[in-house]
């Protein structure tokens, strides 16, 4: 790490008049002063510099203070420029594990503007892509942010990629394939997946739609048969993604496993790097069941072999100590939400599969998670938790659900009695429009997550993605303080939007508690961690709309910097070369931007490099 010369002379006086010569033990590694640091305390509680050593929070007052008391010659001083300053956001269910494996392989439509730009770039992409590859867009888009208000035909997808195979999801609802991909896949009349439909024409030849029934089998089977990359591009791959959320201020996430991702080879990755102390955010991660019928056994092997960990190498099991189960823990309980779709009811062998599921993660103390998305689901799940409680006390054990859009405030007072938690995303920014098409327009919150504050449940925020949502934390921050849809609909009512301090605490503090962290990190105050960032403009006072184009200029996780643009670009650790050669993330990076967006520099080399 490179000192930041140009400020140093101006705090140098201060130092020698402090006597601040040598750099002894109480000495910071790093001072941020002349800043405008939210330390997320109290409402309206900023602090104008803070001490860091040894990825630990020192201390935090103003800037003569800190510098005089902490302040040496090894001391590397930050001037944040009257900029604001935030604890490192926490992404309380993302899939980041399994994304990591993937990045470099997708096409990002994050952000894109116009639908004719979006598939510019497919046509674009194909054209890099070697034979036999294929391109794909998995996730994060819908056709409300673009200005056509649209998706793409499958007649233009075609026309745009005739000769490289293509796979496209929307949401957990749909999937484009285009011609080739269907004949690389050799799908035909009698292919076939339980509870989702592969399109035929009137002649019996797959039209190239595959849409989601009762569970989205047939969209993610079929993206596990597209191209994979090797083990040194995964490694690069999700060190990309990895910085890729640093650029917008996330320094912790909670992995929520998911479907296709297997334990423990698919975690491989992130443990190596991990253990090569190459990972830039505090990950915590839960454990998935793949197998119907069999889930009982893979618990009961994994509860066998759970060792205690900490926090040391940046990958932990969840739970602080141990690991954790879910999102989903029985296929059964699979509780699908599709807003193309009715609701889907659970099986009525629910009840008698998840049960012993508990039963045993109760007794061994194991957190858990559980995917729920509607009230009449909720009310089952409880009962089997009630009964379980009734046998075997939860009695403060980890345990939350995840999504509860439809949960009822006698089902978050059931919730509050067993001590669970509720980790809220912002699916319905994508969906809101598919929702209100559905059942019609929400007359309160969904989720209601004003009444689970009210109720006193610990509430932390996420984006659920990447297969339906974003990653970018600050179109979910817009969310919460606005309560519209990416298409601008406005999806809750007014009254029902949070303050930004109580959604900045979602994203912060409130998070840490899935990961056991709660006090350990979210805050900028004494002996938490050293997670935070500088924001490129005000979240505090700039306007609602503004917020979405918030990025981090500089991201420090534990103690060090991991990301640096603008003004700190100098300090910024630098990012590895994209691999392979053709990744679309090489030549578009993630989330496209039109405010600061450093992507252009990244395809003017990309294409020079061609």
């Known amino acids: 790490m490179k000192h930041f010369n140009q400020y140093f002379a101006i705090v140098a006086t201060v130092i020698m008049l402090a006597g601040c010569k040598g750099g002894g033990n109480d000495k910071a590694d790093i001072i ?22 040894d990825g630990i929070i020192q201390d935090t007052g103003n800037s003569e203070a800190i510098i005089k008391a902490y302040g040496g010659d090894k001391t590397t001083v930050v001037d944040g ?21 993937n990045y470099n392989s997708e096409l990002r439509w994050d952000g894109v503007k116009t639908l004719k730009r979006a598939m510019e770039m497919l046509k674009e992409q194909a054209q890099r892509t070697p034979e036999g590859v294929w391109v794909k867009v998995v996730g994060g888009w819908n056709e409300f942010q673009f200005d056509e208000k649209r998706q793409p035909t499958l007649a233009e997808i075609n026309a745009a990629v005739p000769d490289r195979p293509v796979f496209i999801s929307y949401l957990y609802g749909k999937a484009f394939l285009n011609k080739k991909g269907i004949e690389v896949l050799k799908y035909d009349k009698n292919t076939q997946y339980e509870g989702s439909l592969v399109e035929l024409d009137q002649n019996g030849v797959p039209t190239g739609m595959l849409f989601a029934k009762e569970t989205p089998k ?13 083990h040194e591009e995964r490694l690069n791959s999700t060190q990309q993604f990895y910085r890729e959320l640093n650029r917008f201020g996330l320094t912790s996430a909670v992995d929520a496993a998911g479907g296709g991702q297997n334990y423990d080879s698919d ?88 049960e012993p599921v508990i039963r045993l993660l109760v007794k061994n103390r194991w957190p858990f998670r559980l995917h729920a998305t509607y009230g009449e689901s909720i009310e089952r799940m409880l009962n089997v938790f009630e009964r379980v409680n009734n046998e075997t006390p939860f009695n403060g054990l980890r345990w939350c659900f995840d999504h509860a859009e439809t949960i009822t405030p006698t089902q978050l007072a059931r919730v509050k009695q067993l001590g669970g938690g509720i980790a809220v995303q912002f699916r319905m920014y994508f969906q809101g429009e598919l929702y209100n098409k559905m059942y019609g327009a929400p007359r309160t919150q969904l989720p209601p997550i004003k009444e689970m504050l009210k109720q006193g449940i610990p509430v932390g925020m996420g984006t659920d993605a990447t297969r339906i949502s974003t990653y970018n934390p600050w179109m979910a921050l817009h969310w919460l303080i606005t309560g519209q849809t990416i298409g601008g609909m406005q999806f809750w009512p007014k009254d029902q939007v949070l303050d930004r301090f109580t959604a900045l605490t979602l994203y912060t503090t409130g998070s840490a508690w899935f990961s056991g962290e709660e006090k350990l990190k979210g805050q900028i105050k004494k002996g938490q961690y050293a997670d935070m ?29 991991v990301y640096a ?46």
């Open 533 to 561: 960032a500088i924001l490129s403009k005000d979240f505090f006072s700039i306007g609602t709309q503004e917020v979405k184009n918030i990025e981090s200029l500089l991201t420090i996780v534990n103690g060090k910097v």
């Open 267 to 354: 975690y491989a990755v992130a443990l190596e790097l991990a253990k090569n102390g190459k990972l830039n955010l505090r990950t915590s991660y839960y454990l998935f069941a793949q197998q119907k019928g069999r889930e009982l056994q893979d618990y009961e092997k994994w509860v066998a072999s759970a060792k205690p960990g900490k926090n040391d190498n940046m990958l932990v099991p969840n739970g602080y100590s141990l690991e954790g189960a879910g999102e989903n823990l029985v296929a059964t309980a699979a509780d699908f939400e599709n807003f193309l779709e009715p609701r889907t009811i659970l099986s009525d062998k629910m009840e008698a599969d998840l």
């Open 565 to 610: 643009a603008g003004p700190y670009a100098k300090n910024d650790p630098g990012a590895l070369p994209v691999i392979p050669i053709w990744s679309p993330i090489k030549y578009y990076g993630g989330y496209q931007r039109q405010f600061g967006n450093p992507i252009t520099s990244v395809a003017k080399n990309a294409d020079t490099a061609k």
């Open 218 to 230: 047939a969209i993610y089977t079929t993206l596990g048969l597209t191209t994979k990359l090797s």
């Open 32 to 53: 941020l002063f002349n800043a405008k640091i939210a330390t997320m305390t109290k409402p309206g509680n900023f602090a104008a510099a803070v001490a860091i050593k």
């Open 81 to 101: 420029g009257g900029r604001t300053v935030v604890p490192g956001l926490n992404d309380s269910h993302i899939h980041i594990i399994r994304e990591g494996l």
